[in-house]
């Protein structure tokens, strides 16, 4: 759901000029309230949300201040509790996934706006739609049976065996891990980069293409130098947008990362994520620390999902911004 | 569309209405070790009283510790016993006691899937931490193969998997290997969960084996009947007196003799390491943890129901299901208690 | 010279492949993860999945039959509650607010739409699972409306703000109040549009499993009433799928393949739906 606000001049231009009875009396400021009443939930409930993360943690981070995301020790038997191998494991799954999903995504989308005749393009565009709709589990589902064996008997070796020398690709192959997650992940994100990139795409407009082939240059010259720096921004905030999805992503991940809290180089090893450890402590944690540290980790990544959301959003509106002034001119 | 819509909504009301009127639906939450033996009890109680239903969701100790006390459950259910600020956390909070009812006896057995290996190993004590904490780290290393004398250990890396959720099991494993080695109690220590020095994390009983089944060269524990519905292979272990002992029920009713002589009077107590020479040194009773005090009647009466029929004629489901059954003297003593249930 | 522009153009052409190749692969996958549901999911659907509750742990046989009606329970009041505040307050951002009160509607619907579904599932724990002192179907549906009310807001506002402003200046120069303008002229000329944003969002919380582990629960039986924790499709997939049991798997498999099913279905008749009606922006 890309938010492309598209603004419509609010035809409103009689309301000053009636009584305040008037109105109430044929309805529109009864309407005015109750749509007022139900638009301001949203506001409640998400001020609600960030009161109760704020809230529910407040314990943990007095009592931990700012080393809750620089220690690295989870246990509960001793009531200590860092946050840095779940921020790793997010951190490191997230940036896997951009690696494999940012070429993937925008060579697709590439080609989805500048190559395929309008058909074709609609037609794959409808796919990628629908691959957006696959829920996390079903890929956890097909992360646990399918891709983990795979990569635990062939690609996991294979690395091993050529690019073993660099402490990515080091240690037993389990199939499960960072890398596993960060692949599942990447599968999953990959549609949101294509979307977005691809409305991005189009709205560069046509007079700057046809510039640039007018000049001599080849399609792909056209594309790659002219194009896509114009529509840079927006992609850049499809790759923020795929980053936000990617660090909330629980399900798939869970199901696929080892569930084990370490920081290690080595991207074959089992990890955690923040999302992961809520899932699976969050209903058992006993006592209020616990409880207190795994809310402050709801609460850190609702920051950085907001924060990369906020900035996509930010950088998608400059672009189509961008394209409809220079539209115009 | 808005008929269709209608239709469904008065659909939905009758069918909501239906099930309200239907039997007492009792929830309760908590170990994946006695799951299987709880789900087919539930079922089997449901088929007897219908008007009874009794939602059990394996979602490990801890979580049954926990929503018990959050109140969210009716009952729990555990195979670490509620410590001590545990069970003041729930005094405070419910102004009234939790009571713990052992139901069963189980084992806690090493599984392994090891390419090559067909037979049954051997684990000492000392090879099962130093798997555990990271410093035996082949299959091949002397302290595995040194008690599997003519088995062809491969030199492959052991995968360790172990519990990432709050556990009954990790704690009675914990508990055990704690007893055992004296570096595994000052570090990690026991509990329900802890913090592990390797390897990779699988939720509940259900979540290990599956990672053992999947993941070759791997070593994890679970309860016996895990390893015995999923055909995995699960190891003897060197008891206190010195022998190998596979676990069955004869050799967890062997290590629950001793403590079954002298119950405490809240039944919470430890059976790992227990002397004996046929004892399975990793056994444990299972708790169920019901409050002191229902609010509701119909509830109430139905707990102590179902509780009863579990240590009688329960007790003959276990066996089937490689669990042992109480032991007389514990049952005896259980009858009594379920009257502190009010 | 000559060899130079032969260069770029191999380099144009084959940069130009590669694009192709890369949609190639991201539509494929959709492909791959459908035609692996249906080979799995297709050999272990039977009639059982749907008209038998499951088991007990390790016995063969049984089906979801308590997951599906409790998904569709979730589903039901989540829209129930989800629906109306979204769409109501969609009718306000388009038709009545302007400046400062709108920007923070819409911010806070930006903001509740970017939370981590499992992020909604604490915050539904702690409002309507502790104080209630239950996992319940009410709590699920409470999460999962949580995430359909931002996408029902938001596109609710931009299909109302769509409709020509000709059509909305007739009807007031009729002499209509502005709240029968809105409902009936505005608001049925964007319905096609609004009612595709509904079943989009239904499709998309119909797969969430994070928000609902600790607000539905999970239930071996039926669940009576609203006030009960209920099986649901998305868990069992979950819960299946981790366990040990190769009967457990080929269910997971079963379940995945009508879950997907649904949502892909949902998903195609919105945006027929959507097609079919005037022209309007994409969401």
């Known amino acids: 759901m890309a938010a492309t606000t598209t603004t419509v001049p609010n035809a409103g231009p009689v309301s000053g000029s ?62 200590d509790f860092g946050a840095l191998p779940f921020i790793y494991g997010t951190l490191v799954t997230a940036l896997v996934s951009l690696a494999i999903a940012v070429p993937l995504g925008i060579g697709a989308a590439i080609f989805l706006a500048e190559l395929a005749p309008q058909k074709i393009s609609d037609t794959l565009q409808f796919f990628i739609d629908l691959l957006a709709a696959v829920p996390s589990v079903i890929y956890g589902l097909l992360g646990v049976f399918i891709i983990v064996p795979i990569m635990r008997e062939y690609i996991q070796p294979f690395l091993k ?13 389990y199939g499960i891990g960072f890398f596993t997650a960060g692949i599942v992940l990447a599968i999953m994100v990959i549609p949101y980069i294509v979307s977005v990139s691809r409305e991005v795409l189009l709205s560069v407009p046509r007079d700057q293409r046809e510039a640039a082939l007018a000049l001599g240059s080849t399609r792909w010259e056209s594309t790659w130098k002219v194009v896509v720096p114009f529509a840079r921004t927006g992609i850049m905030g499809s790759i923020f947008l795929a980053l936000a999805r990617a660090l909330g992503e629980t399900m798939a991940v869970t199901m696929v990362i080892g569930n084990t809290p370490t920081i290690s180089a080595s991207l074959f090893s089992p990890g955690y994520s923040i999302a992961a450890v809520i899932a699976n402590e969050f209903s058992e944690a006993t006592g209020d620390l616990y409880v207190q540290s795994l809310i402050e980790l709801g609460l850190v990544l609702f920051i950085l999902t907001f924060v990369l959301n906020g900035l996509a959003r930010l950088l998608i509106i400059l672009t189509a911004q961008r394209g409809s002034e220079m539209g115009r001119t | 569309m808005k008929r269709f819509a209608g239709l469904l909504l008065v659909v939905l009301a009758l069918a909501g209405m239906v099930w309200a009127q239907g039997a007492l639906l009792i929830n309760g939450a908590g170990a994946t070790f006695p799951y299987p033996i709880y789900s087919k009890w539930f079922d089997e109680y449901h088929k007897k009283f219908t008007n009874v239903q009794i939602n059990y969701q394996s979602v490990g100790s801890g979580a049954g510790i926990k929503q018990v006390t959050e109140g969210t459950v009716d009952f729990g259910a555990s195979d670490a016993i509620m410590n001590d600020d545990q069970l003041k956390a729930y005094a405070d909070k419910h102004g009234s006691g ?5 139901m069963v006896l189980g084992a806690v057995v090493p599984i392994y899937n090891v390419p090559g290996v067909n037979s049954a190993l051997n684990f000492t004590p000392e090879a099962l931490a130093g798997i555990f904490l990271g410093r035996v780290t082949k299959w091949n290393d002397p302290a595995i193969a040194s008690a599997n ?26 508990d055990y290997l704690s007893k055992v080695s004296s570096d595994w109690n000052t570090k990690p220590g026991k509990g329900a969960s802890i913090s592990w020095p390797v390897g990779l994390g699988g939720k509940g009983n259900e979540g290990v084996s599956g990672l053992i089944r999947n993941t070759p060269n791997s070593i994890g524990y679970v309860e016996l009947i895990y390893a015995v519905q999923t055909k995995i292979e699960y190891a003897s272990v060197k008891n206190s007196s010195g022998d190998f002992v596979k676990a069955d029920f004869g050799s967890v009713s062997a290590a629950a003799a001793g403590a079954a002589k002298d119950m405490p009077d809240d039944f919470r107590v430890s059976i790992t390491n227990a002397p004996g020479k046929g004892a399975y040194p990793i056994s444990s009773f299972t708790w169920l943890l019901i409050p002191a005090k229902f609010s509701d009647a119909g509830k109430r009466d139905a707990m102590k129901g179902f509780i009863k029929w579990g240590i009688t004629d329960g007790q003959s489901y276990a066996e089937n299901l490689s669990y042992a059954k109480l032991p007389k003297e514990v049952v005896a003593k259980e009858l009594k208690a379920i009257d502190k249930i009010q | 010279m000559i060899t130079r522009l032969r260069y770029r153009k191999f380099v144009s052409g084959f940069m130009l492949g590669m694009t192709g190749l890369a949609a190639f692969i991201t539509v494929s996958v959709l492909f791959f993860i459908l035609g692996y549901l249906v080979y799995h999911g297709g050999t272990s659907i039977n009639w059982n999945f749907f008209t038998k509750l499951p088991t007990p742990v390790g016995e063969a046989g049984g089906g979801m039959a308590n997951a599906i009606v409790g998904s569709a329970k979730l589903l039901f009041l989540a829209s129930l509650i989800g629906v109306p505040v979204g769409f109501l307050g969609g009718v306000y951002l388009a038709e009545f607010s302007g400046g400062a009160i709108a920007f923070v509607v819409r911010y806070a619907a930006d903001l509740l739409n970017g939370v981590p579904s499992i992020v909604i599932g604490i915050f539904a724990y702690a409002l309507v699972v502790l104080p209630f002192k239950h996992y ?24 109302l703000q769509a409709v020509p402003g000709s059509l909305r200046e007739g009807a007031m120069a009729l002499g209509a109040s502005k709240w029968k303008t809105i409902a009936s002229v505005i608001v049925p000329a964007a319905y096609r549009g609004i009612l595709t944003a509904i079943l989009l969002a239904l499709a998309r919380v119909a797969g969430e499993t994070a928000p609902l582990l600790f607000t539905a629960f999970g239930n071996r039986f039926w669940s009576p009433g609203w006030e009960q924790p209920t099986a649901s499709l998305p868990v069992m997939i979950y819960t299946y799928a981790i366990s040990p049991y190769d009967d457990w798997h080929r269910q997971a498999w079963a379940a995945g393949l009508v879950l997907l099913g649904l949502i892909l279905v949902v998903n195609i008749i919105a945006r027929a739906i959507l097609a079919r009606g005037v022209s309007i922006p994409r969401t």
Not at chain 2, 149 to 162: E, F, M, S, T, Y
């Open chain 2, 149 to 174: 004398k003519g088995v062809n250990l491969p030199a492959n890396d052991i995968v360790v998997v172990h519990r990432s959720d709050g556990s009954g099991t990790t704690y009675i494993w914990t």
């Open chain 2, 98 to 102: 939790i009571l713990h009812f052992p």
């Open chain 1, 161 to 173: 065996s050529t690019l073993g020398f660099l402490p990515l690709f080091t240690g037993p192959a």
């Open chain 3, 136 to 159: 319940s179907t009410l709590a699920g549906s409470f999460a999962l409306a949580l995430m359909m009310i931002p996408i029902t807001l938001r596109s609710t506002e931009q299909f």
């Open chain 1, 18 to 79: 009636r009584s305040f009875l008037r109105k109430l009396r044929e309805g529109d400021e009864i309407a005015r309230i109750i749509t007022f009443l139900f638009a301001s939930t949203v506001v409640l409930v998400t001020i609600l949300l960030v009161f109760e993360l704020w809230h529910g943690s407040s314990l943990a981070r007095h009592k931990f201040g700012f080393g809750f995301f620089v220690t690295s020790v989870w246990d509960p038997i001793a009531g």
